[in-house]
């Protein structure tokens, strides 16, 4: 029974156009004009928080200081808020699995992202209770695609990376998941093709792979 890990951009919320829908709603929360510049400040303080560097508070704090203006307390909040469910049948999908494995299936989630994000959104539409473990860089201090961030969800799954599937929309952590010994599907969404990789259009389609 092969153990199934999801990338939480893509397969749980949307993904499209990662960088720039993110750097934007950023710039809508503090009320300043998008520009590529702000774009650049934003990705490189998300790389540091995501990779556990600097605080989320201290986070906040450069942005504000970036928008000259001051922070309301609310901005997590409203950040989280924005985030869409890629597939509302998501939580269906992951039930029918379930149904048809029982206990033996363990799924996880292993994102790029903080853990307030991930959680947030995820306690915010009740579906935590959807997966065993939830493995975010910012807490492991790496960031796909290095093979440690592969191999901590598989140890906390307790199997070996190649008794699991990983399903994500970026190609390079898909090549990872490969490397790191892994089945990887795709599913399109940061990406939308991936050449070389098995696809699936949503989650129900995975039960395949599982077996």
């Avoid at 153990?3 to 893509?10: A, E, F, Q």
């Avoid at 156009?17 to 998300?46: G, P, T």
């Avoid at 599937?165 to 010994?181: E, H, R």
């Amino acid at each position: 029974m092969k153990k199934l890990i999801v990338d939480y951009n893509g397969p749980i919320i949307k993904a499209n156009n990662f960088f720039e829908d993110r750097s934007k709603r950023i710039a809508k929360i503090f009320k300043i004009k998008y520009n590529k510049e702000l774009r650049n400040e934003w990705v490189r303080l998300y790389i540091e928080v995501s990779e556990g560097k600097i605080s989320l508070e201290s986070y906040y704090k450069k942005l504000s200081k970036i928008a000259k203006t001051k922070l309301n307390g609310d901005e997590d909040k409203r950040f989280i808020n924005c985030e869409k469910m890629a597939d509302k049948g998501m939580p269906l999908h992951i039930r029918t699995l379930r149904k048809k494995f029982g206990s033996k299936l363990k799924i996880g989630i292993l994102s790029n992202y903080t853990t307030s994000w991930v959680m947030g959104f995820l306690k915010k539409n009740h579906l935590e209770k959807y997966f065993d473990k939830i493995v975010v860089s910012d807490r492991i201090k790496v960031r796909k695609p290095d093979l440690r961030a592969y191999n901590a969800i598989a140890r906390m799954l307790g199997a070996k990376p190649k008794d699991c599937v990983y399903i994500g929309d970026s190609l390079d952590d898909l090549n990872g998941a490969k490397s790191a010994g892994m089945k990887s599907i795709f599913i399109p969404g940061e990406d939308k093709e991936a050449k070389g990789y098995a696809k699936i259009n949503n989650l129900g389609e995975v039960e395949k792979y599982l077996k």
